[in-house]
């Protein structure tokens, strides 16, 4: 009868070394005779010699748990060839939504490609990246990571390489695991699972595995944590001390703006009319409220106080789990069988963002005859003004911090169904062959639970209900603020993501005549698939009922393609084989249900990939390939109409555009500009090129070192014009600085950037991966060493929108791309195993890098150094003492330890403890993805000291 169970097979191939070493090669006869043809990642054609051309490392169920991670997300994260991936940090800025994904190289998330037993699924949006929190950890059965290029056997969006999640098809027994983490403060998690099966498809023929979990994680917040608990900087470099502040001009008590003069039919403000922005706070006390401080860039006409949002933030987001697995083997007959997977996870995240900005709201007229003044600008702003001001002032606006109406939060309810059909078998005696169909399908539902406000907001805020010029603890001790702003409070379902996908493929592989080395052989395959991908806003949304992130369009966008590819093994020598394998795919146009008037253009390419395998000795094996491939852009990138997209990251001043009557609209001060986005219909897919060579030697079945070389170059990238790089180049972006209403006052125009998706880039990455493996017998037990690590040498890029290219690069540095890749990330782990005891210590090490250049100030906040210094008209005045600095990030180490007791009849006991000496992030002045301050949360462990216990129990 027929064995598919591939997990047999690679246990055995792991027990000879096969998967990354030679060893099986000099047991090639014996093993022959115990292990199936299976198929591994990289190659449609089936054997029984798992150490081919390609470069695939293999992680264990048992290598999972050494780890010691709780989430598919963490384990990628593992990796050392993964870098640039999405992490629960990301969240904690807004700019994620719960999701984690996996990116090799550093190349981008978008150029990896996630398999689940070797088939695509469903992606978390418009783009081919899939969720990794889909995917149970605690139903996969191995991991293959395919550390190549691969689109000439998957399609596009393989560049990078590919990682295939192998879940479980086969057990013995069924298995109840459950697990608790408890770090030193905050963001504890706990987790359990259920696996058990029936029947053995040997003798039974037919078999079904099927799994349940569920795990939940507490939020972990900014003051849990010394490093993250503050955006006010102080620290000593060489002696010095310096200071910076990461703050935000929406402040509380609030900042007022009041315009004084008037303005022409078309909004701009007339010769000699401006704003003056200033705390009336700090103008009553002459000192900013608690949790604020003055801020370092000077404004028109009084003193501004920033506000320290970073006080309020969360590091983790809370999350909770839900999934279930099943998976079935049927066999037909000898030569076939049917099989099945169907997944569902239910997954939530509840993220906390800061408090509100309100930005510049629109409190009314001042000194109008069909407008009283506020109450607010009576009672807090009028007392500050000059006589002349009170009489010319014309227009009033406040900048707040709705701390008390609590964070922004989020509950992002992300639901994945997974369905899997197929058969695979043997035709015609020669002929192996697998085909299924999938029907894969994911929703996030992003709902409002507190923390925004409804359209009779601001209109509370100009009758004086909401007073914002109080301080938080004034403001808790005012009821009819605190009603009124808890009645302005807008909760509910705020948009709707859905993606589904339709895939058939066939691929079969077969010998077709027999060379002196040995049988050449070919694979061959189709497949066709369409993914569809729908953004629904509430009716709410539509109505702007809450002053929560507004998405300007509604999108219906689907896109069909298939392709076609074969591929043939060739022993050209006893010890050399070749392998080449084409593959032809059509992109379809996007298809867009909601008429937007646009033609969009199609895509089509012809890709190759060639590599040789050589057993040297017995031994030594070398190995080679170069290959091609092509992506297209996603769904969005080609529909999106131009759109608000936010603000910039980075503050900027007034840019000198050469042309006054937009420069008059330039918002007050150094500030975030506001951000427009656009696709662009004839976008052309991206071309690439991939080379490795590398070796694998294995002098004993104890021993095996490899090293892999490789290169991937990357031509017409999409992407957008940095918001930087355009500031600071207004001779190409000029037109790009256009006027808009602001997205908080439509009645205000401000001076706005856009951008649209291009055919620009280029990127250029190389590196080493390199991995050593031991096993020792020991008198007293077993112990296994493994080091396994990438070595970065080149990962460059080319400044976004430029033309002709001009080269940056973010390799051991803080990039324009607002990234870091590592140079070095490396992995060691000693597992010793004697007697009824395993221990596993691991470290995990990345080097050092050069921080963001960036402007600080000398002294300290309370105490600040100032010099003197001179307008244009002689007029003498006091300024910060500023200094350009960029820091040297050390090298950062985090060593984990865990021991198992299997002394227990069916029962493994686990106590570990990761981040055992409680490393803590380096220290740094760069600007990272999402809200954190002073350091950086997409690299390092922010959970500090964490014990878990786990505890599996099998019957």
């Known amino acids: 009868m027929l064995n598919s169970k591939i997990s047999k097979a690679v246990r055995l191939a792991l027990m000879y070394g096969a998967v990354s070493a030679t060893a099986f090669a000099a047991n090639a006869e014996e093993a022959e005779e115990k292990i199936e043809k299976i198929e591994i990642t990289g190659s449609s054609i089936k054997g029984t010699d798992l150490a081919g051309a390609l470069p695939v490392d293999i992680i264990s169920a048992e290598d999972i748990k050494n780890t010691g991670v709780s989430s598919v997300g963490d384990l990628v994260a593992q990796i050392p060839s993964m870098q640039g991936f999405t992490t629960p940090t990301s969240s904690v800025g807004g700019g994620g939504t719960g999701q984690a994904t996996a990116s090799l190289r550093g190349i981008g998330e978008d150029y990896t490609l996630v398999l689940l037993n070797g088939r695509r699924i469903a992606p978390l949006d418009s783009t081919n990246t899939v969720d990794l929190n889909s995917i149970p950890l605690s139903a996969i059965e191995r991991v ?9 056997l998957y399609g596009s969006d393989a560049i990078a390489g590919v990682i ?3 879940l479980k098809d086969s057990v013995d027994q069924s298995t109840i695991s459950v697990r608790a983490d408890r770090p030193d403060d905050g963001g504890d998690q706990q987790s359990i699972s259920f696996t058990t099966g029936f029947g053995d498809f040997d003798r039974d023929g037919y078999s079904f595995v099927a799994s349940v979990s569920y795990d939940t994680r507490d939020t972990l917040r900014s003051k849990d944590r010394e490093f993250a608990k503050t955006g006010f900087l102080e620290f000593e470099v060489d002696g010095t001390k310096y200071w910076d502040l990461r703050a935000s001009p929406n402040a509380i008590p609030g900042i007022a703006q009041v315009f004084v003069g008037t303005r022409d039919e078309n909004g701009a403000p007339t010769e000699g009319s401006y704003t003056r922005v200033f705390s009336p706070y700090y103008a009553a006390n002459k000192s900013c409220a608690p949790d604020t401080a003055v801020a370092p860039f000077g404004n028109l006409g009084g003193v501004d106080c920033w506000f320290d949002y970073t006080s309020t933030l969360e590091i983790y987001p809370e999350d909770e789990r839900t999934a279930f697995v099943l998976q079935g083997d049927f066999a037909i007959n ?8 169907l997944t569902y996870t239910d997954y ?18 001042i000194n109008s005859a069909d407008s009283a003044d506020s109450p607010l600008y009576t009672k807090y702003v009028k007392p500050h003004l000059t006589a002349e001001e009170q009489a010319n002032a014309s227009e009033f606006r406040a900048t707040w911090r709705a701390l008390p109406g609590g964070n922004r939060t989020s509950q992002y309810d992300n639901s994945a169904l997974n369905f899997t059909l197929g058969l695979e078998g043997t035709l015609f005696d020669n002929v192996d062959f697998n085909t299924a169909v999938v029907y894969s399908e994911s929703t996030r539902d992003d709902t409002i639970i507190n923390g925004y406000q409804n359209d009779q907001f601001v209109g509370n805020v100009r009758d004086g209900n909401i007073d914002i010029f109080l301080t938080p603890d004034e403001f808790a001790s005012d009821e009819g603020s605190v009603k009124a702003i808890e009645d302005a409070t807008w909760r509910g379902l705020w948009t709707t993501v859905e993606t589904d996908m339709l895939s058939f493929d066939f691929r079969a592989s077969q010998p077709i005549f027999e060379l002196p080395a040995g049988e050449v052989y070919v694979g061959y395959g189709v497949d066709y698939r369409k993914n569809g991908y729908a953004f629904t806003r509430s009716q709410a949304h539509l109505d702007r009922a809450s002053n929560a992130p507004r998405s300007e369009v509604d999108y219906d966008l689907s ?3 298939y392709g076609a590819f074969t591929e043939f093994q060739v022993p050209v020598l006893e010890d050399l084989s070749a392998n080449l394998a084409l593959r032809y795919d059509s992109i379809g146009k996007v298809k867009n249900d909601i008429p937007d008037g646009n033609t969009y253009s199609s895509a089509s390419d012809t890709t190759y990939k060639f590599s040789l395998r050589y057993n040297a000795t017995d031994d030594l094996v070398l190995r080679g390939s170069i290959g091609t491939g092509f992506k297209v852009g996603s769904l969005r990138s080609f529909a999106r109409p131009l759109s608000y997209q936010g603000v910039t990251g980075p503050s900027f001043t007034c840019p000198n555009l050469g042309d006054p009557t937009r420069e008059v609209f330039c918002p007050v001060g150094k500030t975030q500009y506001e951000t427009h986005l656009k696709g662009n219909p004839d976008l052309k897919p991206e071309e690439s090129e991939q080379v490795s060579v590398g070796f694998v030697y294995s002098p004993t079945s104890d021993t095996t070192i490899q090293l892999d070389y490789w290169s991937v170059e990357i031509e017409g990238k999409e992407e957008v014009p940095d918001h930087t790089y355009m500031f600071e180049n207004l001779g190409t972006f000029n037109k790009n600085f256009v006027v808009h209403p602001t997205n908080s006052d439509p009645d205000l125009k401000q001076l706005a950037v856009e951008r649209q998706y291009l055919n620009l880039g280029k990127t250029e990455t190389s590196g080493v991966d390199w991995r050593f493996e031991f096993n020792n017998e020991l008198s007293f037990g077993q112990l296994k060493t493994t080091l396994q690590g990438t070595h970065i040498i080149e990962s460059r890029y080319t ?14 540095r803080y990039g324009s791309d607002e990234d870091v890749v590592f140079k070095n990330v490396a992995n060691i782990q000693n597992t010793l195993i004697h007697g009824d005891f395993s221990h596993t210590l691991r470290l995990t090490y990345k080097s050092g890098w050069r921080d963001d250049r960036v402007t600080v100030y000398h002294g300290t906040i309370a105490e600040p150094v100032m010099e003197t210094v001179y307008d244009k008209d002689g007029k003498e005045g006091k300024a910060f003492v500023t200094e350009q600095m960029q820091l040297k990030i050390p090298s950062y180490t985090k060593v984990d330890y865990k021991i198992d007791y299997l002394g227990f009849e069916n029962t493994v006991i686990t106590l570990g403890v990761n981040n055992l000496f409680e490393k803590e992030p380096p220290f740094s002045l760069g600007a990272p993805e999402g809200h954190v301050v002073g350091y950086e949360g997409r690299y390092y462990d922010q959970l500090l000291r964490t014990y878990y216990l786990s505890v599996d129990y099998s019957f």
């Open 164 to 166: 295939n999640f192998i």
């Open 334 to 341: 000898d030569s076939m069988q049917a099989f099945t997977t």
């Open 348 to 365: 939530q995240m509840i993220t906390r963002i800061a408090p509100k900005p309100t930005g510049a709201m629109n409190l009314g007229k």
């Open 559 to 561: 896109r069909a393609q």
């Open 799 to 812: 400044a976004p929108g430029v033309v002709p290219y001009e080269w940056e690069s973010s390799l051991g």
């Open 144 to 152: 293959e990571v395919l550390t190549d290029g691969a689109s000439a």
